[in-house]
């Protein structure tokens, strides 16, 4: 019954340097969400996978931000080439595609500080 | 374009007060409608949500939420404020359709005096 965790819980690097982010969704989970929180910014939408596929990567914010899912579970979020707007909490959310009626479980975020 | 505005920043109760945490949304199409709620260094805890029915939910922790189409709001409330309930209040409204995600407003962060 583990709810959605996320690896490492803490990141600290260099600018420059690139960084992968883990998140595990809810067991069955069919879709899963990368949102970023970063002070002044607020929530914002990263990337949504449906199964291993994304079909919206409008919310990436530059082409130094990448991800994948594999197997309908596991996803990585990499940023290359570290810069110190992108320190921020990462979260990543899992959920039972219903149609519209959809509850996102978040897990308890990687905070990244890019030095 | 779909938005979603809590108007309070910060708010300040007493233990043992009421609380009321405004939301305001601007959507299309039938909203469904959340509030989640953030304790210091943790993650994002669902609160309740609202897809349809009955227009007042009922949440976890004691906190219940009024959905009023014609005010396009869907405020949290909570009779009574325990010290526990000092945190971060975010109202998110779902985007369905090609581009699923969660539209969030900025939060609402609580304090509570003893």
């Known amino acids: 019954g583990a709810g959605v965790s996320q690896s490492p819980s803490n990141k600290v690097t260099e600018k420059g340097k690139d960084v992968e982010l883990r998140c595990d969704p809810i067991s069955g989970h069919t879709a899963l969400y990368w949102y970023r929180q970063s002070l002044g910014q607020g929530l914002e939408f990263l990337i949504y996978?449906?199964?291993?596929?994304?079909?919206?990567k409008s919310g990436l914010p530059s082409d130094r931000f990448s991800a994948e899912r594999t197997g309908g579970s596991v996803s990585t979020l990499t940023i290359q080439r570290t810069q110190q707007e992108d320190s921020a909490v990462y979260l990543c959310a899992s959920s039972l595609e219903r149609g519209s009626q959809e509850t996102q479980y978040f897990g308890p975020g990687t905070r990244l500080l890019v030095l | 374009a779909q938005s979603v505005t809590q108007p309070d920043i910060h708010i300040t109760v007493s233990e043992g007060a009421s609380l009321e945490l405004r939301c305001n949304y601007s959507y299309g199409a039938t909203p469904y409608l959340f509030w989640y709620v953030q304790s210091p260094g943790q993650g994002l805890q669902l609160l309740l949500k609202?897809?349809?029915?009955d227009t007042l939910v009922q949440g976890i922790k004691g906190f219940e939420a009024e959905f009023k189409r014609s005010q396009s709001s869907f405020n949290l409330r909570k009779p009574s404020v325990h010290w526990s309930d000092a945190a971060e209040y975010f109202c998110a409204i779902f985007n369905a359709g090609n581009n699923r995600k969660l539209i969030w407003g900025l939060g609402t962060s609580l304090a509570v005096n003893p």
């Open positions: 996978f449906q199964g291993n596929s994304a079909p919206d």
């Open positions: 609202y897809f349809s029915g």
